[in-house]
T-cell receptor
Framework: DAGVIQSPRHEVTEMGQEVTLRCKPI?????LFWYRQTMMRGLELLIY????????DSGMPEDRFSAKMPNASFSTLKIQPSEPRDSAVYFC???????????FGPGTRLTVL | RKEVEQDPGPFNVPEGATVAFNCTYS??????FFWYRQDCRKEPKLLMS???SGNEDGRFTAQLNRASQYISLLIRDSKLSDSATYLC???????????FGAGTTVTVRA
């Protein structure tokens, strides 16, 4: 049974470039979450979707960040333009019901030079 | 005040020892509680849910104290493979969002 799938696993880019991270949630899960993790700030929720609709994007740092979920099996997180302070591990997670926890993908390790 | 607070550790224990640590949460309305485990450079993985009456999963025991607003995790007969960061997680009623603690690092030595 496939878990949450993320791509790419590693991304190195230069400041100012556009970065697109991809996520495929577990089949049947109706909630999807994007997180960012750094040593300094820990795990931060950026945005979450329920039934493909963005419910809470208050964690999105600024307008350079955008996220979409065009269907139940795919979501993207885009950073344009990227900055060195965006360097972090970005996790996607999905869940099926409230109160049952979330399942995380392996993450995308982003380095912006 | 942070929503979820944990002692960062590290807790350094020998194999076979018992280690226990707590996590406090600030919102008395918190409804669901979990422990996640995160290995170095890996994703967080759900270790166990925490139920009001307390629960065990093998060598792991979780407890919830609503009156004092804390949850605990106890690991018996520690294995080298238990070395990880343990994240305390709480949710509010009717809310999908998870509030994560910063994690407690456990290192089990041979």
């Amino acid at each position: 049974d496939a878990g949450v799938i993320q791509s790419p696993r590693h991304e190195v880019t230069e400041m100012g470039q556009e970065v697109t991270l991809r996520c495929k949630p577990i089949s049947g899960h109706n909630s999807l979450f994007w997180y960012r993790q750094t040593m300094m700030r820990g795990l931060e929720l950026l945005i979450y979707f329920n039934n493909n609709v963005p419910i809470d994007d208050s964690g999105m740092p600024e307008d350079r960040f955008s996220a979409k979920m065009p269907n139940a099996s795919f979501s993207t997180l885009k950073i344009q333009p990227s900055e060195p302070r965006d360097s972090a591990v970005y996790f996607c997670a999905s869940s099926s019901l409230q109160g049952v926890g979330q399942f995380f993908g392996p993450g995308t390790r982003l380095t912006v030079l | 005040r942070k929503e979820v607070e944990q002692d960062p550790g590290p807790f350094n224990v020998p194999e076979g020892a018992t280690v226990a640590f707590n996590c406090t949460y600030s919102n008395s309305a918190s409804q669901s509680f979990f422990w996640y485990r995160q290995d170095c450079r890996k994703e967080p993985k759900l270790l166990m849910s925490v139920y009001s009456s307390g629960n065990e999963d093998g060598r792991f025991t979780a407890q919830l104290n609503r009156a004092s607003q804390y949850i605990s995790l106890l690991i018996r007969d520690s294995k080298l493979s238990d070395s990880a960061t343990y994240l305390c997680v709480v949710t509010l009623p009717n809310d999908y969002k998870l509030s994560f603690g910063a994690g407690t690092t456990v290192t089990v030595r041979a």
